[in-house]
């Protein structure tokens, strides 16, 4: 019986690992797809035209904490993004902070819209950057946060997402950050919109941003199953051991 136990949790945990190890392939293949699509967007070897962040942005700004912090924080209502909850192509919905409609209100001038690039401007977590995920809008910024609103005929915000999580980008945004020589790194709107990007044709960034969707797909379908596994791990830890 007791071998059988074993047995058995030792199948879920290498499904578990196996689920990992395939979902940090799938990163690696967006990663090289773009390297291989775009070359290294610091040094720009390709050659693509260069242009300002702000030429090619509707809008670029961060927010602010509602008075009182999170003591004021409720428990559902219009989401209120933190630096926590912004990760290198991800985002984490733990601790995910609400407003209400009249906290909101006061940052009507930070409401984050669909394919808005977030990316963290202060502290430790500086030059982290995903995609908002559509489905916790209606949302809203803090001031760690800086929403980037791409000009959707001329800058894929899946390819500037990218962009900016490149190493050789994020090596970039590090150094601007502790360029301030406060003890904080923090990176400026105005660093932020002189920021120049190699600029490819729309075409292009559009069948990278069609490829990073299929591999979204994969991942979701491969997150799911790593979830369930996970869950039934635990209720067999419970039945055998609780």
Not at 159 to 186: D, M, P, Y
């Amino acid at each position: 019986m007791q071998q059988q136990i074993v047995l058995r949790l030792d199948g879920v945990n290498k499904l578990i690992e196996s689920r990992k190890q395939q979902l940090s392939e799938l990163s690696k293949l967006v990663k090289s797809r773009f390297n291989e699509m775009f070359g290294d967007p610091v040094l720009n070897e390709m050659g693509w035209e260069k242009h300002r962040l702000s030429k090619l942005t509707l809008k670029i700004g961060s927010g602010a904490t509602p008075r009182g912090g999170r003591e004021s924080y409720v428990n559902e209502g219009i989401a209120l993004i933190r630096s926590m909850n912004v990760y290198d192509g991800k985002f984490i919905f733990k601790d995910l902070a609400y407003l209400t409609n009249v906290q909101a209100e006061k940052l009507n001038n930070v409401i984050v819209e669909s394919d808005d690039v977030l990316l963290n401007i202060t502290g430790a977590s500086v030059s982290r950057c995903c995609i908002v995920p559509q489905i916790i809008l209606p949302a809203r910024v803090n001031q760690h946060v800086s929403i980037i609103r791409c000009k959707k005929h001329l800058l894929s915000p899946i390819f500037l997402n990218q962009l900016l999580i490149t190493s050789e980008f994020k090596s970039l945004l590090q150094k601007i950050g502790e360029s301030s020589g406060a003890t904080r790194q923090a990176i400026t709107k105005n660093q932020i919109e002189e920021l120049t990007i190699p600029l490819p044709p729309l075409s292009l960034q559009n069948e990278f941003a069609d490829f990073v969707a299929q591999v979204d797909k994969s991942q979701l379908a491969i997150q799911k199953s790593l979830e369930e596994l996970e869950t039934l791990k635990k209720s067999l830890m419970q039945e055998y051991f609780g």
